[in-house]
């Protein structure tokens, strides 16, 4: 059963189905190969995901990303020009063309991505030069651009939802986002069937959070309902003020870098009785998820077990197998301002700028080949052990 659906999901978008293919023989041969034999150098990213805008439309609980109308002192606070920091698309175009030649995956995200005003030019730009690409958004400018969307020709839209209605819009802070959010589902389904295509594939993608601990099962029905080709589960991103201190003393130490990025994602949900009071909840819901036999593709990252739950949240240093990361190897994150950076969670340590270097040679410049050596040598960094990255690199279908 579980082959078939991901065969379904692979005749949908063959292109997509073979970038990930690839990223599977990467995790498991090429990047190995690169960590343990070549000082720091890495063979052509296969993914380059580019953080489009800082600025967002939401405001969702378990979000550390930084969000406007926050005073300043409090964790969350940016300054205004942060929020304005752009790329222009023409300089996003000149980064892909140099790229073009290994045909590297393109992720955009934000933010919120759609409020980059251009994402969709920039799209139809890197579709031109034969690379997959891949947008994840909370789907509120979705149904506004429906038509262009499937025109461009994007493989993938990840959307974002965390539950039922009323829970859905609780966890993202505004009212009605579920509804608006169905809507532009439906616009895009109505334009892909008008045009008798199959791209985007439209994927839901639920973040499991003490918020929405006793609804996840319930978005199978719902994705299924929306008409979405797959459904992902990740978990809460987060770290403890303890995890977070030792990273920042090791950042001073090693790379002379002032990390304070984690201060937002702190939650020691060991202190928290509530919190805890709802993990036989979940456990409930990851049975029930087990047991699913849906005609539907569902994954999760990482994979926790109905009785694991409480030791992903209160042991922060189990990783659940994911003991290296070999995304550094794989991957890497260009910011709103241009800066490169390894990390995308936590981008203390900047690598280079498109707007000043190109793309490969920052690639496999000293920051960068400083960054994997270090990263090798401990296996993990303090703030690795929650991180999406190093378990997304392990993604376990149900």
């Known amino acids: 059963m579980k082959v078939f659906k991901l065969a379904k999901l692979s005749i949908q978008n063959p292109r997509l189905a073979a970038y990930k293919a690839e990223i599977s023989i990467r995790n ?19 993914c380059i995901c580019i953080k489009l805008t800082n600025a ?39 980064m892909i063309d140099e790229v073009a030649s290994f ?19 920039l799209v139809r730009h890197i579709k031109s030069r034969k690379m997959t690409c891949q947008i994840n958004t909370n789907g509120l400018y979705l149904r506004k651009n429906a038509v262009e969307i499937v025109n461009s020709g994007l493989d993938d839209l990840i959307i974002s939802i965390d539950g039922p209605p009323e829970v859905h819009d609780q966890v993202r802070g505004l009212p009605g986002t579920f509804a ?11 334009e892909k069937k008008k045009k008798g295509i199959r791209k985007p594939v439209i994927r839901v993608r639920g973040t499991i959070s003490p918020e929405n601990f006793p609804y996840i099962h319930s978005l199978v029905g719902i994705a299924k309902r929306l008409g979405a080709d797959s459904l992902n589960f990740n978990w809460t991103w987060f ?29 020691d949900v060991i202190m928290d009785p509530e919190k805890r009071t709802k993990f036989d ?24 077990k109905p ?3 409480e030791s992903y949240y209160t042991n922060i240093t189990n990783t659940f197998g994911s003991d290296k990361c070999f995304s550094v190897w794989i991957k890497s994150y260009i910011l709103p301002n241009g800066d490169v950076t390894p990390c995308p ?54």
Request: charged share 30%; glycine share 6%.
């Open 281 to 304: 909840g979940i456990r409930r819901e990851l049975l029930k998820l087990q047991n699913d036999v849906a005609d539907l593709p569902i994954s999760m990252s990482p994979y926790i």
């Open 28 to 46: 498991g041969l090429t990047a190995r190969w690169d960590y343990y034999l070549r000082k720091g150098f890495a063979s052509p990213p296969a």
């Open 180 to 190: 608006l959010v169905e809507k532009g589902i439906q616009a895009i389904h109505e």
């Open 56 to 94: 967002c439309n939401l405001r969702c609980v378990m979000c550390g990303q930084p969000r406007e109308g926050h005073q300043q002192g409090d964790a969350k606070y940016a300054p205004i020009e942060f929020f304005r920091h752009k790329v222009t698309v023409e300089d996003y175009k000149k």
């Open 239 to 267: 770290t403890t003020k303890q995890t977070g201190t030792a990273h920042q003393q090791m950042m001073k130490k090693l790379f002379d870098t002032e990390a304070v990025s984690w201060i937002p994602y702190e939650m």
């Open 103 to 121: 045909r590297p995956n393109i992720y955009l995200w934000g933010g919120e991505p759609f409020m980059y005003k251009e994402i969709l030019e």
């Open 345 to 398: 969670d936590f981008p203390d340590y900047i690598t280079g700028n498109i707007l000043q270097e190109r793309f490969m040679d920052i690639w496999d410049g000293e920051r960068y080949r400083k960054w994997r050596m270090e990263l090798k040598k401990r296996k993990l960094f303090p703030i690795c052990y929650r991180c999406c990255d190093l378990f997304l690199s392990n993604i376990h279908f149900m």
């Open 307 to 309: 009785d694991q739950v």
